[in-house]
Structures are given as structure tokens and as C-alpha cells.
């Protein structure tokens, strides 16, 4: 039962965990504010744009769909029923991670944080956040069905955990300026 639900969790979050980090390595371009500012800060800086943006939800999409093709094979090989994607949930998850993103970087801009200064909590379940929302939002039918109680109980206590992990990794091997 407990593999059951993380191994279920984590397969279908997966959508959600993959566009910021698929924006990072296609961003650049034009940033979303164009510049922009609030009072005397930027609305969100040079490192939310289009481009990544576009990017990540098209990564997030294309591994929901992806998973999706392989979930009935992948659930019988370690004996749980894994949850399919359909695309309007694919979609959800994935733009929803990035606006969530987004989202935090003007929460962040407003409390004077600058680009790339750590906010505890903020950062390690902004994306999933929006996420859940817009996969919510989309697909409430299967929302309801795929994230359970249990479910939505390891995703808020393992995303972080992944979070802090992947970053100090991108950290030491020279793919972020900071480990946060």
C-alpha cells in the first residue's frame, strides 16, 4: 500500500517536476516583464522569459505524454496501477509549474529578494503549487481520482526534500550560481 501510493505520487507529479528545470537550460530571450518595473523593482527579471517558459511546459507536456505511453507497463513491473495523463491534466501540470514559478518570483521581486536569493518554503513548492492548481482546475475529475490524500501528502513532503537535493547537485557540479 505505501509503495503503491509514493511510487504514484512521484509518477504523477513527475509532469510538474521536470518544466522549470527544462527552462533553465532553453531560457534566455525575451524576458515576460519586458523590463517592466513595480514601484523601483522588476515585476519578475531577467530569468522568467518566454522562452523557458514555452520550453518547460513542452518538456512537462511531452513527458506526460511519454509516461502516459508507458504507465501500464511501468505499474506491472513494480505491481502498482499508475495513473495515465490526459492532456488537458498534461498541460496543467506542466504551464501550471511554470506560472506557479512565476508567480514566486513576483512574491519574491515584492519582498525585496533579488534574482536567485533564497525564500524558504516559497521556493521548494511554488511550482508544484500552481501545478496542482491548474491540473485542479483542468481535469478536476482526475484530479480528484490521481491525487488522493496520501498522494498529495508526499508530494508536499517529499518535493522539497527533491528540491533542496537537485539544486545542491546542479550546485556542485557548476549548473547554478547558488544551492538554493
Known sequence: MLLSVVVGALWAVLP????????????????????????????LGDGKTWRGTAAGTAAGIALAVSLD??????????GVTLPGFPLVAALGLALGAMVGDVAASFLK????????AA??????LDFVVGALVFAAAGAPEWFAATFTPARLAVVVVV?????????VAAYALGLKDEPW
Not at 32 to 42: A, K, S, Y
Request: hydrophobic share 35%; aromatic share 4%.
Open 109 to 116: 521581486r515584492r519582498s525585496g529578494r533579488e534574482r536567485g
Open 16 to 43: 510538474a517536476y521536470l518544466p522549470n528545470n527544462a527552462a533553465v537550460l532553453a531560457g534566455g530571450g525575451r524576458p515576460i516583464d519586458g523590463g517592466r518595473t513595480l514601484g523601483d523593482r522588476r515585476l
Open 159 to 167: 518535493t522539497p526534500a527533491l528540491h533542496v537535493g537537485t539544486n
Open 69 to 78: 505511453a508507458l504507465a501500464g507497463r511501468a505499474g506491472a513491473a513494480v
Open 119 to 124: 525564500f524558504p518554503g516559497l521556493d521548494q
